[in-house]
């Protein structure tokens, strides 16, 4: 039976669509294509769901080519940290996630696609153990996939890699957030802890006088507990938002 794409409106037969969850189909040859269909879950997302991650891909992609490609043959200490597939640039707080491709043509890597993300919406980035894949095959069962969620992200908010070591990528991360649990750095922990206590009985008490600023209280409170599970990410934040403020109205 033919289908209709309801992004481009192409007419196709059932080997050329990939089913939505919502019940629309989408032509696989240059739809579905150009999101990363290695990661994106197709089968269990709506319409609205994977336009939002051809979108991100898009301009992920355009900022992958202008702000990371430069990186990788600057100076050793300017180059991108690459976990896998995954690339960090902590100076533009700014993490992608772009899977390489060899060529036969071209001598070395070649990035088709990227999504790019701010450093400051990483929550998770936690070993996890998969069956399968987004488009429904076995996961390998002799690599090690990390879990990496953003908070926040239209599209692909999460996604699962292979990560050969998936210590260290935590240890890398949790230096990076100052969250590091090690006995040297437990001073930075402790103080958040603190003030995460101290917002919290704060805004309880506002709340109990019937405070005005009970509201404004009450949420110091969770960004202080924020800053304890997570780390301070208010520099991060700011390095991300110069690094696309560019591409804010593209
Ligand atoms: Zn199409």
Redesign the pocket.
Known sequence: MAHT?A??G?EINAFQSQKLIDGNY??RK??QSKGMKGYFDFMHSRIDEVNAHIAQVEMGTKIFNDLFLPRFKAKKKARPVEFGSVCVIEDLGLIALAPVKYKFIVFGKHYPQACVYRLGDLLSYTEEKIDKLPDGTDAPKDKKYVHFAFKETAGLGDFYTPIAQPKKLADYFNRLYGIQKTLGNIGNTWKNQINATKAMVAGVKAAKNGDEDAEEKAAEAINSLDVAIYGDRTELNRRAAIALEPYQNL
């Open positions: 794409c992004i481009c192409a989408i032509c240059n739809c």
